[in-house]
Nanobody
Framework: VQLQASGGGLVQTGGSSRLSCVVS????????MGWYRQAPGRQRELVAD???????NYKDSVKGRFTISRDNAKNTIYLQMNSLSPEDTAVYYC???????????????WGQGTLVTVSS
């Protein structure tokens, strides 16, 4: 199982950016999926997650600005980020709890991370 994230880059304050993450490989199903971020010198933190049924959860500081969504047919999650501020600068990682044919239980997999830099 592999997660491939894309998007990000340099964005001006107040701007928008969209991240995508595709899950590939042989697997039975995908449970919850989410986006995390890690700023320099800080611990990785949850930004938003979404269940298999589509229920969402957000970090307080991104509520109303970020939207997480998933396309189950494409095994893809998205993070639409609006009204970005320098405090959002971080490496963003996608995460998915995937049930594989080997383990038959959900296990967490991570993408490689994509850098989002918000200039002031």
């Amino acid at each position: 199982v592999q997660l491939q994230a894309s998007g990000g880059g340099l964005v001006q304050t107040g701007g928008s950016s969209r991240l995508s993450c595709v899950v590939s490989g042989p697997f039975m199903s995908i449970n919850g999926m989410g986006w995390y971020r890690q700023a320099p010198g800080r611990q990785r933190e949850l930004v938003a997650d979404i269940t298999g049924g589509g229920s969402t959860n957000y970090k307080d500081s991104v509520k109303g600005r970020f939207t997480i969504s998933r396309d189950n047919a494409k095994n893809t999650i998205y993070l639409q980020m609006n009204s970005l501020s320098p405090e959002d600068t971080a490496v963003y990682y996608c995460n998915a709890n995937v049930v594989t044919f080997v383990w038959r239980l959900g296990r967490d997999y991570w993408g490689q991370g994509t850098l989002v830099t918000v200039s002031s």
